[in-house]
Nanobody
C-alpha cells in the first residue's frame, strides 16, 4: 500500500509564495513520475506540474514561469514551489505518483489534497 502525505497548503495574499511537499511511503517498486494536479470549485482537475524520476518536467500553461517542481528521489518526496500566486490559483492541490510495478505496468496513486487559497 502506497501513501502520499501532502503538506504546505494554506492562505496567502496575491503575489506571495507557498511550497507544497508530498512524501510517498509504503511498498513502491519504483517511481515513474510524481506530480501535482489541482481542482477549483466547479472546475475539472487540471495538471499543475509533474516530474519524472529522470528529472524531466512538464507544467500546465497557467503556472509556467511561476511554479517549479522538484523531487528528492532518496526521500520519495516531490516539492512544488509556487511564486507570484494569483487568486485564480486557489484550489485543492493533489499529489500524484505513478509507479512502475514489478509486473511491468503503471499504477497511479493520489493524495487526499491540500487547500491553497490566494486572497486578492
Amino acid at each position: 500500500q502506497v501513501q502520499l502525505v501532502e503538506s504546505g497548503g494554506g492562505l496567502v495574499q496575491a503575489g506571495g509564495s507557498l511550497r507544497l511537499s508530498c512524501a510517498a511511503s509504503g511498498s513502491i517498486f519504483s517511481i515513474n513520475a510524481m506530480g501535482w494536479y489541482r481542482q477549483a470549485p466547479g472546475k475539472q482537475r487540471e495538471l499543475v506540474a509533474y516530474i519524472t524520476s529522470g528529472g524531466n518536467t512538464n507544467y500546465g500553461d497557467p503556472v509556467k514561469g511561476r511554479f517549479s517542481i522538484s523531487m528528492d528521489n532518496a526521500k520519495n518526496t516531490v516539492y512544488l514551489q509556487m511564486n507570484s500566486l494569483k487568486p485564480e490559483d486557489t484550489a485543492v492541490y493533489y499529489c500524484n505518483l505513478i509507479e512502475n510495478t514489478s509486473e511491468g505496468f503503471l499504477r497511479d496513486y493520489w493524495g487526499q489534497g491540500t487547500q491553497v487559497t490566494v486572497s486578492s
